[in-house]
Each structure stands twice: as structure tokens, then as C-alpha cells.
């Protein structure tokens, strides 16, 4: 791993860094332009990147393209971000102490910065709202999932609270909006085995295999003909609440992947999905404290596009 980087984050996100070889007795190159020409010029232009002086060494000097090729020498740049629509919502901050934060995210945001989300992100917006750098989560919510969500200030405070979610000492509970079905008996604990297999959107239930999730399923209240249901996941597997609602035949409401998937714009906001990370309660494994926070949002959510 290289040491910390010499530049400041941008846009809430850290520095990329590339490393030359370790060893390299007869290297091919001459120069360190030479070596990030070969390294890097399919993921940005690396002259214009060494003419406007955007990479740097780990002093802090910024990197000459003449420079003397040198072995085991790191350098850090940032990349150019696309674009992005800003996602329509307010991220509420239920609670802040020196530790940890809680927030309550609104659906289409996603938690960390991956594929075509990166600056519109629970912890690139946070990083640079709040003056975190380091802010991170102790835990995922899907993009269109919304409600409480609790993330680390500090690096040095992750292992203890993670150790708790390992443990599965954080009791969350979830709110859906979904149909009601005749007949179906509730409360009902849902158990089966479910995988998620690459290229695929949609997770699979597994009939023959050994059980890995499991939810508890209630009908909370009524609201225009819907059910509003109280969900309470034992287990944490991907879409586990979504997959299990579909398989008792009541969907989520405005899901774009069960029970079909639909073919959605990624800047297309007018539908949340209909369920809510209403609840989170856990015994603080630093102080010993109870701690316990409440989603400010109710069903059914409602679009925030103006």
C-alpha cells in the first residue's frame, strides 16, 4: 500500500495512485512520463494531466514528464469526474457525535461512489457538507432504498462498530408500502437461501440450499388500500426484504426489479421505491450507551423532483 497521499480530496473523494515496479533491473522506460504514458493513457491524457502539473510524488513535488524513471515510486492524481444529475432530496442528519453519524437518505442516492454514481453519493456529499474526510459507512442501503443509514467519522473508530454488524448486533427495521393479499397469514418469518450471481439484477432463491436469510414479515396498518408493512431482517443478503416480499406475493410497491425488471432512466426520480429504513437500534460497543434512531420520513414516500 503507498503512504497517505500528498493531495487533498476533491469533491469528498481521495486521490487516485498508481506505483512504479518494485524491481525492475532493466525497465523499459526513460522517463516517469514515459512509464504513466504506458500505465495510464487509456484512462486519461496523461500530457494534458503533466502539462496542467496534476500528478504529484509523495513530497508533494508535482511530477515532470522528464523526469528519471524511478522504481517503487508512487504518484497521485484525480481523475476528471462525468457529470452527474443531482439527485433530488435532502440527506436529514438525525444524529452527529465525535463517532459516528446518522443519516436519513432519500431513495436514488447511493451510499458509496460506484459505476455512474460518484458525486451524487451519501459519502461524497457528506465528506464535503459535514468536513469529514474520512466519513465512512458501517453499513449499505440499495440506491433506491431510502432511511437511516449510520457511517464512521473516523477510520479509527470502523473495527469496533462493524464488529458489531458482524456480530448482527444492530437491529434494523424496515417499513413497506405493498399490496394487500387475501389469505395470506401474518405475522410469517420468511427463511429460504438466496444468491446473487454476476451479470444478473435479480437475486434467486436457491430451493435446496442450506438457509442464509431470513425476515420477519408484519401488516402494520392500512393506508388507500395498501398494506404498510413492518419488516425486521434477521440476516443481511442482498435485496433479502424485496425478494422476500415477492415470494409471499406481495411485491414492494414501484420496485424496478421485482417483479420484473423494468427499464428505468437512471435520471428517471418520479418513482421511489416503497420501502423505508424506518428503524435502527444497538448498544454503542465504545461507550455501552442504547442508542436508537428513527427514520423522519413516512410512507408512502413521494417523489422530490420539483
Known sequence: ???????????????????????????????????????????????????????????????????????????????????????PGEIHVVFRDDRIVV????????????????????VVRLRAELGLPELSPLHRLDRGTSGL??????????????????RQEMHKTYRALAPLLPGLELPVT??????????????????????????LVELDSVIDGMGVYTLTPRTGRTHQLRRHMLGLGIPITDDPLYPVVRDVSLDDFSRPLQLLANEVRFTDPVDGSARHFTSVRTLPLVSDVV
Not at 460506484?114 to 451519501?122: D, N, T
Request: glycine content about 6%; hydrophobic content about 40%.
Open 103 to 122: 443519516v436519513d437518505k432519500p431513495a436514488f442516492l447511493s451510499t458509496i461512489p460506484r459505476g455512474q454514481h460518484v458525486v451524487q453519493s451519501v
Open 149 to 166: 443509514l449510520v457511517l464512521a467519522t473516523e477510520r479509527r473508530w470502523r473495527g469496533a462498530y462493524q464488529s458489531m454488524f458482524q
Open 190 to 215: 420468511v427463511r429460504n437461501h438466496l444468491a446473487s450471481r454476476r451479470g444478473q439484477l435479480q437475486a434467486e432463491v436457491l430451493a435446496d440450499a442450506p438457509v442464509n436469510a431470513e425476515s
Open 1 to 87: 500500500m503507498p503512504p497517505r497521499s500528498p493531495l487533498p480530496q476533491r469533491h469528498g473523494l481521495d486521490a487516485a495512485w498508481v506505483g512504479t515496479p518494485e524491481r525492475s533491473p532493466h525497465p523499459r522506460w526513460t522517463t516517469m512520463g514515459d512509464w504513466l504514458e504506458e500505465r495510464l493513457s487509456e484512462r486519461v491524457d496523461v500530457v494534458e494531466f503533466l502539462t496542467q502539473g496534476r500528478f504529484a510524488y509523495e513530497s508533494g513535488a508535482l511530477v515532470d514528464g522528464g523526469d528519471p524513471y524511478r522504481p517503487y515510486t508512487f504518484i497521485w492524481f484525480h481523475r476528471d469526474l462525468a457529470e452527474e444529475k443531482v439527485v
